[in-house]
């Protein structure tokens, strides 16, 4: 088992936004979390990332106790989440961006051996691997005819595909997608399920959560949905869609009896 | 570019023979180191310390005070001077990173830091002599292959000898902001929450640059003391950090070398027009406050933008 959450609670004064919430993401699998707003979709991710610390509860990364952990060390065993709204670096270039988030990759390539950058005389300060994986992840999410363009520049689907890329550049064993389809309109969402599938054909484990219930069928192997941060439903996606409980969430109670 | 300005001052002084200017540019070598390191912190980290004031004045105290206690040579006393200055910048930055300041919060609490050492110093008579500073008689020497031993005395001698320091700062400056060390840096800069879910410690980078910042202010500090002569609480005070806040601001936080162009135009200019004190800090606040409003981007960044527009 890649990551095992067990009972994680995440109060905000007498809000709980995350209420004892089990669950576990196998090797190479990808993991649905639906879920309408304010669900605590976005809260579990943040609490898996080390961005929130959880009231209470485990997070197990293969089998390690990651809870209350920084958001650096989290990203560095390989568990990277992206931002539902991207985050970037507006004022560097697409290649830029994605180049600061090689410093994970580097670091465990080359550990100490950095130093030997700072020699004036060190002709390796380019890294031959960083720069294939740089090209590769930035063709991967269709963002290579975009190279010295600012991230300032781009729209917002290109936006979240470099959020996408960045958290690829750093090698990530268990890749959290934040609502990747939100605020995309349909050719955009089209590409992103074209990355996803490249990503599932590269045998990375994803887990995604969305209120895009069409979207999220097509992509996951599996699915939990959540309401009021309390889990209501786990199964294959048509399983946990056709749950009562799950339409009734979504739709209204009349719906869930018919 | 730069190369050509490293090779017109190495022969500058062949060509001019006036103390009054080989002056000027030993005070602007001296601050240029201090506004280049400064920048890398505030510049480059975007961290906006107050400190750096206070590795500079700590460290022409220590240095002095060693070389006057133990006779030995400024090298020997600039060692604890650094060791000083590295331990309290790992003191304070930690204090400071853990608890996340940031902004001016940053720059309140490093600025109360500054404060306290510059009045342990003035208070501290029996050491330092209090508000009356030191008188430094001693000169630093340099062994140069095929030369021997120089004492570094007189104009011409101090200009090589500063403009060495000023050479020796850029390029530590500009090899760390070349290698990932620099990436973290502007990522930290940029935006920090997102450089930490990359995987950047931001603690831990925040406090290298502080370190590396106030190490470098340090040496110009020790400079500085021996090259004036006379040490003093002021060395520590708010006029000086923002004295260097103003060089960068107005030679540009975009490049390393932009705030050496900073530092000679603030320590040239006044001198140039011959000012007094007062009508100095005028100066200093109205280029400060045209800087921000006119050239965001300083000298060197506003002239670097109009070469690529022609």
Redesign the interface.
């Known amino acids: 088992m890649l990551l095992e959450i067990q009972n994680l609670t995440r109060r905000f004064g007498g809000l709980v936004a995350v209420s004892d919430v089990s669950f576990r993401i196998g090797e190479h699998e990808i993991l649905g979390i639906f879920g309408p707003n304010g669900s605590g979709k976005t809260t579990l991710l943040n609490l898996i990332s080390g961005i929130m610390r959880p009231t209470s509860g485990r997070i197990l990364w293969k089998s390690r106790d990651i809870q209350g952990w920084r958001p650096d060390r989290v990203a560095a065993v390989g568990v990277v989440k992206t931002f539902q709204n991207p985050k970037l670096f507006l004022e560097l270039t697409v290649r830029e961006n994605a180049a600061i988030a090689s410093h994970l990759m580097l670091r465990h390539q080359l550990g100490t051996r950095r130093i030997a950058e700072l020699l004036p005389w060190c002709a390796s300060r380019r890294h031959p691997d960083v720069d294939a994986r740089l090209d590769r992840v930035l063709a991967l999410c269709r963002l290579d005819g975009m190279s010295d363009q600012l991230a300032a520049g781009l729209s917002y689907g290109q936006e979240k595909m470099l959020g996408v890329a960045m958290a690829m550049m750093c090698e990530p064993e268990l890749l959290l997608l934040d609502e990747p389809a939100s605020g995309l309109g349909d050719a955009e969402i089209a590409n992103l399920e074209a990355v996803l599938a490249d990503l599932r054909a590269m045998r990375t484990t994803l887990c995604i959560i969305d209120h895009k219930v069409d979207f999220l069928r097509r992509t996951a192997d599996r699915a939990l949905a959540l309401q009021q941060g309390v889990k209501i439903a786990e199964g294959t996606p048509d399983e946990v869609l056709h749950n009562p409980r799950v339409i009734e969430a979504y739709l209204g109670r009349p719906h869930a009896r018919a | 570019m730069k190369w050509l300005a490293l090779a017109g001052l190495l022969v500058l002084p062949l060509a001019v023979h006036s103390n009054f200017v080989l002056t000027i540019f030993v005070f602007s070598f001296i601050l240029g180191m201090m506004a280049v390191s400064f920048n890398l912190i505030f510049g480059f980290t975007g961290q906006l310390s107050m400190f750096h004031a206070a590795a500079f004045g700590i460290s022409a105290y220590i240095t002095y005070l060693t070389v006057n206690w133990l006779h030995v040579s400024f090298w020997v006393g600039l060692l604890p001077a650094l060791a000083t200055v590295a331990i309290v910048s790992v003191l304070v930055g930690s204090i400071c990173f853990k608890f996340k300041l940031k902004a001016f919060y940053f720059a309140i609490v490093t600025l109360a830091f500054s404060e306290l050492a510059r009045l342990v110093i003035m208070n501290w008579n029996s050491v330092t002599n209090g508000t009356l500073g030191l008188m430094v008689l001693d000169k630093p020497t340099v062994g140069l292959p095929g030369l021997g031993t120089l004492t570094i005395n007189g104009t011409v001698a101090w200009y090589f000898f500063s403009l060495a320091g000023l050479v020796l700062t850029v390029?530590v400056c500009t090899?760390?902001l070349?290698?990932?060390?620099g990436?973290?840096f502007?990522?930290i800069r940029?935006?920090e929450?997102?450089?930490?879910?990359?995987?950047?410690?931001?603690f831990r980078y925040k406090l290298l640059s502080f370190l590396i910042a106030n190490l470098l202010a340090a040496l110009a500090g020790s400079m500085y003391g021996f090259y004036t002569g006379y040490i003093e609480p002021a060395y520590l005070g708010i006029n000086q950090s923002l004295d260097i806040i103003a060089m960068v601001l107005l030679g540009g936080r975009g490049s390393v070398t932009g705030p050496i162009v900073g530092a000679f135009v603030l320590t040239g200019l006044p001198h140039l027009i011959d000012l007094s004190g007062e009508a100095r800090a005028m100066l200093y606040g109205a280029i400060l406050i045209l800087t921000i409003l006119l050239l965001p981007r300083g000298l060197v960044g506003t002239f670097a933008s109009l070469r690529r527009a022609a």
């Open positions: 390029a090899l760390v070349r290698s990932w060390i990436r973290c502007a990522a940029l935006d929450d997102l450089a930490q879910t990359l995987g950047i410690d931001i």
